[in-house]
């Protein structure tokens, strides 16, 4: 019987899995900065909202 050796194939070395790495990480720095942006916006309209509603009172 005879053992042949199985060649995988090495993903590090083929460009296209890089740039489709590159572009996942894009994309995910993207919808973190999304996420960010409008947890911070609904923040500070809920502080004015706050601070309006203690003026009026």
């Keep these: 019987m005879q053992i042949q050796q ?3 194939p090495d993903d590090e070395n ?3 899995s ?3 790495e590159n572009n996942e990480q894009v994309q995910e720095r993207l919808i973190w900065q ?3 942006r409008k947890k911070m916006l609904a923040q500070n309209h809920m502080t004015h909202e706050s ?3 203690w003026q009026n009172k």
């Design 14 to 16: 083929d460009p296209s």
């Design 6 to 8: 199985v060649l995988i």
């Design 34 to 36: 999304h996420l960010a």
């Design 51 to 53: 601070k309006s509603e």
């Design 18 to 20: 890089f740039e489709l």
